[in-house]
């Protein structure tokens, strides 16, 4: 930054020092009508004091300064970070639902396969139950048909020995 290089030769005058301290020359007061000894290092040493201040308050902001930038560095930083960890665990994520997708695919295919099989088993097993009804049927018919011609014989055979 830069610094005015401060000319005090004719700082012991009145009015030299009041434009430095900023009076107004037109009010004259019983100090100002009087010269003060080693006027130009008083008012030397205000400027360098008011120097001195500024300057502390410039590095005060620069430290201040160096401290917010470091802070949005490391919030940079810290965001660029969670942003690579929530695509990661993005892709991871996809992955998965694509995996799971394909097993659900997969399951459903199988649920299918399963469900037509099951179907084709309960006709067979109606089939087969069809045709064990049918048998019986015939059986019970050709049981009662034997049966009766039994009954028929064993009466007929009673008939002639009773005679």
């Known amino acids: 930054y830069f610094r005015a290089r401060l000319d005090f030769s004719d700082a012991g005058s009145e009015k ?13 007061t019983l ?22 201040e ?21 919030l940079d930083s810290d965001k660029k970070k969670l942003h690579l960890e929530n695509e990661s ?24 396969a399963l ?15 069809k045709g064990a009804t049918n048998a019986r049927f015939e059986t019970e018919s050709k049981f009662l048909a034997l049966q009766k011609e039994h009954m028929q014989k064993t009466s007929k055979l009673q008939e002639e020995m009773g005679k």
Do not use: W
């Open 89 to 112: 665990e993005l892709i991871s994520l996809r992955q998965k639902n694509a995996m799971y997708k394909e097993l659900s695919d997969d399951l459903q295919h199988k649920v299918k």
């Open 31 to 52: 100090a100002s009508s009087r010269k003060r000894p080693n006027d130009s290092s008083l008012v030397g040493f205000d400027v360098c004091k008011r120097l001195r």
């Open 115 to 129: 469900q037509a099989r099951e179907k084709s088993i309960q006709n067979e097993a109606q089939t087969i139950k």
């Open 54 to 74: 500024k300057d502390s308050e410039i590095a005060s902001y620069k430290v201040t300064k160096a401290r917010l930038e470091s802070t949005i560095h490391t």
């Open 16 to 28: 030299s020092m009041h434009s430095l301290l900023g009076e107004d020359l037109g009010v004259s």
